[in-house]
T-cell receptor, first 114, second 113 residues
Framework: NAGVTQTPKFQVLKTGQSMTLQCAQD?????MYWYRQDPGMGLRLIYY???????DKGEVPNGYNVSRLNKREFSLRLESAAPSQTSVYFC?????????????FGSGTQLSVL | AQSVTQLDSQVPVFEEAPVELRCNYS??????LFWYVQYPNQGLQLLLK??????LVESINGFEAEFNKSQTSFHLRKPSVHISDTAEYFC???????????FGKGTRLHILP
């Protein structure tokens, strides 16, 4: 049982380049999330998806796009990377609302934009 | 919209001393509240949560948090900390009927020998 799998683990981009961060979960969760973690800023929500076929903006969506390809996969795309997007990115999925509510996190992607 | 304020970015405390990590939230609707912990070089994991019922919730490793609706707070406490509690602690909130989960900026707990 792999849980939440993110790829790649590390990436270095030049300003203006594009890339897609991949996330997949094997727990049959409906809700999936993308966060970025920066020192002193905590985790900030970029986008989330409450169910297959739906996506919504979070706190800091500018410069990002997402795709909920199916129930398992939720990708994050940077169309034109900027140095301000240097961060650690975490994907998470949720067991759902109720007594079992809990976020499961991937191991993160460390992205540097030069 | 919901928001979370963690007033202390760092908290130093001596081993075996008590600790309180503060969390205040803002919301126009009722909320669910969470504390997550990130140990050094690890991912985040759920420590405890308040969904409904008793306002005092506990974790398996001795932490507890109390939901105070009038003060819009969900402070995390432990009566006696151990060196293994060294970590960053994040408070999070979700509003009723919403799927969006918002985190605070985190509090680093430093355990002094």
């Amino acid at each position: 049982n792999a849980g939440v799998t993110q790829t790649p683990k590390f990436q270095v981009l030049k300003t203006g380049q594009s890339m897609t961060l991949q996330c997949a979960q094997d727990m049959n969760h409906n809700s999936m999330y993308w966060y970025r973690q920066d020192p002193g800023m905590g985790l900030r929500l970029i986008y989330y998806s409450a169910s297959e076929g739906t996506t919504d903006k979070g706190e800091v969506p500018n410069g990002y796009n997402v795709s909920r390809l199916n129930k398992r996969e939720f990708s994050l795309r940077l169309e034109s990377a900027a140095p301000s997007q240097t961060s650690v990115y975490f994907c998470a999925s949720s067991e759902g609302q109720g007594l079992n509510e809990k976020l499961f996190f991937g191991s993160g992607t460390q992205l540097s934009v030069l | 919209a919901q928001s979370v304020t963690q007033l202390d970015s760092q908290v130093p405390v001596f081993e075996e001393a008590p600790v309180e990590l503060r969390c205040n939230y803002s919301s126009s609707v009722s909320v669910y509240l969470f504390w997550y912990v990130q140990y050094p070089n690890q991912g985040l994991q759920l420590l405890l949560k308040y969904l409904s019922g008793s306002t005092l919730v506990e974790s398996i490793n001795g932490f507890e948090a109390e939901f105070n609706k009038s003060q819009t707070s969900f402070h995390l406490r432990k009566p006696s900390v151990h060196i293994s509690d060294t970590a960053e602690y994040f408070c999070a909130v979700r509003g009723y009927g919403d799927d969006k989960i918002i985190f605070g900026k985190g509090t680093r707990l430093h355990i002094l020998p």
